[in-house]
């Protein structure tokens, strides 16, 4: 698949990586970064997504995510990302998704975007939510640990009793630093996680093209 992610933003939390462990599919470990684990909140706006590289699918291509991940290793040495939950507002993508053991969830999202900050809201049909928004600083990122935690080209996943690794291209993220302007959120804590005050990396890009290969079996 091919598809653009635009006005990311990325906020994240040192978590144990004892926390993490629990959600890893089988054969991988967390991956860390300063001795911990790393819980991210994002938020994007999916825009053209379509099979292969041709024509985007019209609508269902376009639409906002924001999800929670943690950060894999594989007995190979292959880093990934893993989802706890991702937050759609196109049932149609949420179900299809779901079917390949993704784990969407079907929300009200907004996104918002100008000269007074970039930011998200979810809202679930039961319960869970969050809104978030950021000022970018126009000042690049390029430490170690906005490395870490965006440069990821693949995620692992369980599907059928197996774990996957599905991989995906895209050039560098444009990283910006990124001053929050709020903040409020339950997604991480219904995920499993418990996570105290604002996040500890806050950061934001314009935006990337990215596509996804064939998902591979980890052996083992």
Avoid: K
């Amino acid at each position: 698949m091919d598809q653009f992610w635009g006005y990311a933003v990325f906020l994240h939390w040192r978590i144990p990586s004892s926390a993490a462990a629990r959600f890893m599919p089988a054969g991988t470990d967390p991956d860390e970064h300063d001795g911990d684990s790393w819980v991210g909140l994002i938020g994007f706006r999916m825009r053209g997504a379509g099979f292969g590289r041709g024509v985007p699918v019209p609508y269902f291509g376009t639409f906002t995510e924001v999800n929670v991940r943690l950060y894999s290793r594989d007995r190979n040495g292959v880093r990934g990302v893993v989802f706890l939950t991702l937050d759609a507002s196109r049932l149609a993508v949420v179900l299809g998704a779901r079917a390949a053991g993704i784990p969407y969830v079907w929300s009200r999202c907004r996104a918002w975007h100008g000269p007074d900050g970039t930011g998200y809201s979810v809202d679930r049909l039961r319960g869970a939510s969050s809104s978030f928004s950021v000022l970018p600083t126009g000042s690049v990122a390029a430490d170690p640990l906005s490395v870490h935690l965006t440069a990821r080209f693949g995620l692992h996943s369980r599907f059928a009793g197996r774990t996957l690794y599905i991989p995906n291209t895209h050039t560098p993220w444009p990283l910006q630093s990124a001053v929050l302007q709020h903040w409020d959120d339950s997604l991480v804590q219904a995920a499993g996680l418990a996570v105290e005050g604002p996040p500890e990396s806050v950061l934001y890009s314009p935006g990337v093209q990215t596509q996804f290969g064939m998902p591979r079996r980890l052996e083992g």
